[in-house]
């Protein structure tokens, strides 16, 4: 994650203090190669990891996971 962020793919915000905690938001640059990051994802959790995802994507406002379409498979809101 260090990479992507430090190639302006993702930015890394801190959301809470006490234990510190951050989230990654996509940047621009990061909603353009989308497609790529979750396909290689995808690919990984199948071929690599016998198809446990060791990395989720979750909406931060109700806690569903996000789909390819970066829409939240509970409340059907896009992930940004």
Do not use: K, S
Not at 28 to 42: C, F, H, I, K
């Amino acid at each position: 994650m260090a990479r992507l962020t430090a190639e302006g793919v993702f930015e890394r915000h801190r959301y809470q203090e006490q234990p510190e905690r951050h989230e990654y938001l996509l940047t621009r640059r990061g909603r353009d190669v989308w497609p790529v990051l979750n396909a290689l994802m995808t690919w990984g959790d199948q071929h690599v990891m016998g198809g446990q995802a060791p990395f989720r994507i979750i909406h931060r406002d109700c806690g569903g996971p996000v789909d390819e379409r970066r829409r939240c498979e509970t409340c059907g809101r896009r992930w940004t």
